[in-house]
Antibody, heavy 123, light 113 residues
Framework: QLQLQESGPGLVKPSETLSLTCTVS??????????WGWIRQPPGKGLEWIGS???????YYNPSLKSRVTISVDTSKNQFSLKLSSVTAADTAVYYCARQEGGSGWPGAFDIWGQGTMVTVSS | DIVMTQTPLSLSVTPGQPASISCKSS???????????LYWYLQKPGQPPQLLIY???NRFSGVPDRFSGSGSGTDFTLKISRVEAEDVGVYYCMQSIQLPPFTFGPGTKVDIK
């Protein structure tokens, strides 16, 4: 079955760029039926949607993060990636990647999630 | 942004008893395509969120039938007919009608008495 796995550094220095990759296995990221998204969760807090991408490269970003976020897709590797620039301690969180229903229609539920990766911003 | 509110924020339930969580949105979640873009997730301790309910009332694959969703417009409810020990965790509602951003409720923590 489809699985998602986040990877990347667990520690990032303030003002630097956080970079994470989500590897999709058991299915194709090029499916026209889905978007692929990033969601984060600060320790002990709730969920915040960061952005989503379609396999064609079309993206939607949370306006609160848009100036610092880039999400990209590499269909040859079945991966999509997150870059968040100029990080501060407020960006410390568990970062999840997830498959989002919708594809050519309206974006819907995040139906399959990765296990998440903890990223700490600290010098 | 559409603001999602949930009540209560915490709930302690006796096993076998029912439980209910309310979610309200600051704008209608009914799309012109006729669908209502409201979802429910459960995040068990130490795990990622898992989808329970999509489009208000549809149980996701593998979700027990003790979970049910209802509502319309801006008011929604998740009900657990008989709470089991494995149902502990934090329940979130989420909307995707506004793009962007998609927004989640603050979460309702459910534990067992």
């Amino acid at each position: 079955q489809l699985q998602l796995q986040e990877s990347g550094p667990g520690l990032v220095k303030p003002s630097e760029t956080l970079s994470l990759t989500c590897t999709v296995s058991g299915g194709s990221i090029s499916s026209s039926s889905y978007y692929w998204g990033w969601i984060r969760q600060p320790p002990g807090k709730g969920l915040e949607w960061i952005g989503s991408i379609y396999y064609s490269g079309s993206t939607y970003y949370n306006p609160s993060l848009k100036s610092r976020v880039t999400i990209s897709v590499d269909t040859s590797k079945n991966q999509f990636s997150l870059k968040l620039s100029s990080v501060t301690a407020a960006d410390t969180a568990v970062y999840y990647c997830a498959r989002q229903e919708g594809g050519s229609g309206w974006p819907g539920a995040f139906d399959i999630w990765g296990q998440g990766t903890m990223v700490t911003v600290s010098s | 942004d559409i603001v999602m509110t949930q009540t209560p924020l915490s709930l302690s339930v006796t096993p076998g008893q029912p439980a209910s969580i309310s979610c309200k949105s600051s704008q209608s979640l009914l799309h012109s395509d006729g669908k209502t873009y409201l979802y429910w997730y459960l995040q068990k301790p130490g795990q990622p969120p898992q989808l329970l309910i999509y489009e208000v009332s549809n149980r996701f694959s593998g979700v027990p039938d003790r979970f049910s969703g209802s509502g319309s417009g801006t008011d929604f409810t998740l009900k657990i007919s008989r709470v089991e020990a494995e149902d502990v965790g934090v329940y979130y509602c989420m909307q995707s009608i506004q793009l962007p951003p998609f927004t989640f409720g603050p979460g309702t923590k459910v534990d067992i008495k």
